[in-house]
T-cell receptor, first 114, second 109 residues
Framework: DTAVSQTPKYLVTQMGNDKSIKCEQN?????MYWYKQDSKKFLKIMFS???????INETVPNRFSPKSPDKAHLNLHINSLELGDSAVYFC?????????????FGPGTRLTVT | GQNIDQPTEMTATEGAIVQINCTYQ??????LFWYQQHAGEAPTFLSY????GLEEKGRFSSFLSRSKGYSYLLLKELQMKDSASYLC??????????FGTGTRLQVFP
């Protein structure tokens, strides 16, 4: 029944490593997002895909690379992890790209870089 | 620039009414959302306003004044489970959703 799922839920890794977070939605939505929530609970958009096409790419270091193999999946790969990458990463989806569509969030992936 | 302001923390008593304010200055406006986020969980959608006025949904209501760049979320008959963070988010230019820093509400018995 899970609408938006993410794996893993927790990720602890060392600086310099490369890691991936996976996201899947079973809502039949066309649009998916990645957000970063820092220690002050500030939620900020990173990327958005609509029908597998990148439509938002905020000023995120190019160590972060999203990939959408199909409409139901949006993965996030992070190269050369840094301490400042520690945060909770939320995946979200919405029915379509447009103003009135609410976003459904996944449970989050808590990334800790040591 | 983009700016969304909310009080950082609020407290209230079970059964009471609380109003959480949000003021915004954004490049473009395509609607305002309120989300609820319990500690350690994902944000969940509460309400959406695009026209001026009040939208009511059970114990929760949300108000918007576009000319004043102002919204509020009204929670009635507060319950302990309403203790959470409440995030105001504006859909701005290019339909990007910009979140405020959230208001942490604590409900006491």
């Amino acid at each position: 029944d899970t609408a938006v799922s993410q794996t893993p839920k927790y990720l602890v890794t060392q600086m310099g490593n490369d890691k991936s977070i996976k996201c899947e939605q079973n809502l039949g939505h066309d649009t998916m997002y990645w957000y970063k929530q820092d220690s002050k609970k500030f939620l900020k958009i990173m990327f958005s895909y609509n029908n597998k096409e990148l439509i938002i790419n905020e000023t995120v270091p190019n160590r972060f690379s999203p990939k959408s193999p199909d409409k139901a999946h949006l993965n996030l790969h992070i190269n050369s992890l840094e301490l400042g990458d520690s945060a909770v990463y939320f995946c979200a989806s919405s029915q379509d790209w447009g103003s009135s569509y609410e976003q459904y969030f996944g449970p989050g992936t808590r990334l800790t870089v040591t | 620039g983009q700016n969304i302001d909310q009080p950082t923390e609020m407290t209230a008593t079970e059964g009471a009414i609380v109003q959480i304010n949000c003021t915004y200055q954004t490049s473009g406006f395509n609607g305002l959302f309120w989300y609820q986020q319990h500690a350690g969980e994902a944000p969940t959608f509460l309400s959406y306003n695009v026209l001026d006025g009040l939208e009511e949904k059970g114990r929760f209501s949300s108000f918007l004044s576009r000319s004043k760049g102002y919204s509020y979320l009204l929670l009635k008959e507060l319950q302990m489970k309403d203790s959470a963070s409440y995030l105001c988010a504006v859909r701005g230019l290019a339909d990007k959703l910009i979140f405020g820093t959230g208001t942490r509400l604590q409900v006491f018995p």
